[in-house]
C-alpha cells in the first residue's frame, strides 16, 4: 500500500543556505552510491490519457545514482525546506528507467527557477512526512521562472532517515523496500501518476567517503585537511586523489602526502605508511595555501578518485 500523497505544493521554496557556512569545518564532498531497483507499479491515474497510456508498464527497473553532499535534516535553520541540487550543497538524484519520459517531451532550457530540480525534501521537519529524493525534469519554459510542464521520479525513504550518511546506508542495503511515485503535470491542469514498491536489487557502492575539513580560513589563506574515511568491508591498498581548488586558491605547504600541480589542480597520493585504509578507518592529510579571492570558500574544493566519489 502506498503511504504517501501529494500535499505538497507544485514550489517547494528554499530557506536561506548560506548560514551553511559559518560553520569553522565545513564538509564540501559528497557521498554517492548507484544501484539498481525493481519496480512493481500499480494502474496508473489522471486525467492525461496519452502520457497515462505511455506510462503502462506493470514492472520497471530504475538505475539511480544518488550523490548527497554532508547534512541533517533534523536540524531546524537551513534546511527546513529541504536541499536543492544547487544552494551550496550537492544534490544529484538522477533516474534511469526502463520507460522512458513519454516521446516529444523535451527537457526546458533558459532560465528554470529551481534549476534541474534534483532535490531532497523532508517535510518542514514535521516528524510524520516521509524524506523524498526527486528527479525532475523541467518542460519548455513559457514565463520566468516556469514551465509549461513537469515529469518527476521520486523515491520515498522511511521516518528517520533524515541524514546523508542514513540515506546512503539504506539505499545501499540489497532487498530493502521503499515506495516510489512518477507525477506529470502540464500546464498546471492535465496530470497523470503512479505508484508503486521498489526493491533494491544491485548496489555498487565507493569504498571510499572523502571530504575537505577547513580548520581555518583568514582574508587571504587558509588550512585545512582532506580525510578519506574507508567506508567498505575490505582494506584500501592505497589511494590517489584529485583536487580541483576554488579559482584563486593555490596549496603552498602540504603534509602526510604526496602533492603534484599547479593551483588550483592538484594531484596526492599516499606516503609508504598511509596506503592501506582499514575498514572504518580513515587517514587524513593536510594543506594550506593562499586564497586571493574573499568570495571563494576553500570548503568548495572539488575531490575526484576512483576510491571515493
Known sequence: ??????????????????????????????????????ITWE????????????LNSATDTWTITAELGDFD??????YQDGLYEKNLHPVHFNVVSTTSVPEGLEPATGHIGIGSADYVFNGRNDG??????????????????????????????PLGNDTDDS?????STIGTQFDVEEYFLKDRVASASRVGIATVMAVDVPPAV?????HSQWQDGYAADVRIRNMSQDVIEGWNLDLTLPG??????????????????FSASNLDWNGNIQPGQEVTFGIMGPITTVAHAISDTQISSAICQ
Not at 167 to 171: D, P, Q, R, T
Open 128 to 157: 510524520t512526512s516521509p524524506v523524498q529524493l526527486t528527479d525532475r525534469t523541467l518542460g519548455t519554459a513559457s514565463f520566468q521562472p516556469g514551465y509549461t510542464w513537469f515529469f518527476e521520479r521520486t523515491l520515498y525513504l
Open 167 to 171: 540515506i546512503i546506508a539504506l539505499l
Open 1 to 38: 500500500m502506498f503511504l504517501t500523497k501529494r500535499l505538497r505544493s507544485v514550489f517547494i521554496f528554499m530557506s536561506v543556505f548560506l548560514a551553511s557556512l559559518a560553520s569553522s569545518a565545513a564538509f564540501a564532498q559528497s557521498t554517492a552510491v548507484t544501484l539498481q531497483l525493481e
Open 43 to 54: 494502474e496508473t491515474t489522471g486525467s492525461d490519457t496519452e502520457v497515462a497510456q505511455a
Open 248 to 265: 584563486s586558491a593555490t596549496i603552498t605547504n602540504s603534509w602526510n602526502a604526496t602533492l603534484s600541480g599547479a593551483g588550483p589542480f
Open 210 to 214: 572523502c571530504d575537505i575539513v577547513v
Open 73 to 78: 535534516l533534523t536540524q531546524p535553520g537551513p
